[in-house]
């Protein structure tokens, strides 16, 4: 059980909040990004709906090589550990993206940035799971998901709005 979290209900306390805002906040920038992933691909690497396919192939395959890795070695770090990997990895996959915008690096800086998303989710999440009583589960799996993909969603698409 996480510092600060001794009650009998350890998800309504101040740690287990900040926890789950720490958590939406990083997957808020990541999400952000994957909205503006069509007008990056179409107007930075000036691609066709293929390159834009090719990157969201690159998405999909970090997911999963982050999957894996986080089955094999997520034991191994502590959470805030796995909250600097994914801090360093995205802001430096961001930074790439902008900074050499170029396809093959872009496909690369895409599927880091999954990877280190995807190793900083499932422990994260975990530690939701075992955190929140089955009971009340449920209602705060689908507050958590609002948080990432209800607020990240729009603020992409304003980001894609200012482009145009």
Same mark, same amino acid.
Not at 63 to 69: D, K, P, T, V
Not at 81 to 106: D, E, M, R
Not at 119 to 142: A, D, H, K, W, Y
């Given at each position: ?7 009998? /209900?350890?998800?309504r ?8 805002? @720490?958590?939406?906040?990083?997957n ?14 179409a /107007?930075?690497? %000036? ?26 070695y997520?034991?191994?770090l502590?959470?805030? /550990? ?12 961001l ?18 940035? %999954?990877?280190?998303?995807?190793? @900083?989710?499932?422990p ?41």
């Amino acid at each position: 059980m996480p510092v600060g979290c001794q009650s009998e /209900q350890p998800y309504r306390s101040k740690n287990f909040v900040a926890l789950i805002i @720490f958590i939406a906040a990083a997957n808020l920038v990541a999400n952000a990004f994957t909205i503006l992933t069509v007008p990056y691909s179409a /107007q930075v690497l %000036h691609g066709t709906a293929r390159i834009y396919g090719l990157l969201q192939m690159a998405d999909l395959a970090g997911g999963l090589i982050g999957a894996y890795l986080a089955g094999k070695y997520s034991n191994r770090l502590k959470l805030w /550990q796995w909250a600097v990997v994914a801090l360093v990895g995205t802001g430096g996959s961001l930074i790439g993206l902008g900074v050499i915008p170029t396809f093959p690096t872009a496909v690369l800086f895409l599927i880091v940035l %999954h990877v280190v998303m995807t190793l @900083f989710n499932i422990p994260f999440m975990t530690s939701v799971e075992l955190l929140v009583p089955e009971s009340v589960r449920g209602r705060v799996m689908t507050t958590f998901v609002f948080l990432i993909s209800g607020i990240s969603s729009p603020i992409g698409r304003f980001g894609r709005m200012a482009d145009d």
